[in-house]
Structure formats: C-alpha cells, structure tokens
C-alpha cells in the first residue's frame, strides 16, 4: 500500500477535473477509487489558476484597544456596502 502524498492529491484533483470519475483517475494513478474519492477536492483549483492577490502594505505599529469598551455591540455589527465589498476583497486574499 502506497502513501498518499500532497503531489498525489494535486495529481488526483486534476486528472478528476479532466477524466470526471473516480474509477479514471484511479487507472491512471494506480491508487483505488475509494481512496482517490477521499482526496477530491470541492471546485478544485491549481494555484497557479486561483486568482491571488497578495497583502503588501504596512501593519500598523500601535493597537487601540479602547474600540472594545462599548455598551452596545449592534450597530456596529451591521456593515455598510463599502464595508461589504472591502470584505470580498479580503475573502479573494484569502482564497487558495
């Protein structure tokens, strides 16, 4: 029995994106399907596809942390749409 390595499951993830099933990818690796099955990944992409946008400013050198004494929590969990948008921004920074 052979091991499953992190080059394996890239291999498995794109020949399942080309051969569409399990038993395929599993021929052309020699792993079963079962185990191939294991390391499918949800909307699999290669990293050099995924659309990647690197961090590249400043972080601030002092913290206030005054911003947490606050009676009230509600309004400030309520986002407006630039606060929305700055979020899917960050949500893209994220993404692998």
């Given at each position: ?44 992409k ?9 961090f ?41």
């Amino acid at each position: 029995m052979r091991v499953v390595t992190q080059n394996d499951i890239k291999e498995f993830n794109k020949l399942y994106i080309e051969f569409k099933t399990y038993a395929a990818v599993a021929r052309a690796t020699g792993f079963s399907p079962a185990t191939v099955k294991k390391y499918i990944i949800k909307d699999y992409k290669e990293v050099e596809e995924a659309n990647i946008i690197r961090f590249n400013r400043a972080l601030p050198t002092e913290f206030d942390n005054s911003i947490f004494r606050v009676d009230d929590w509600g309004p400030l969990c309520v986002l407006n749409e630039q606060e929305v948008q700055d979020i899917k921004v960050l949500w893209n920074e994220l993404e692998v």
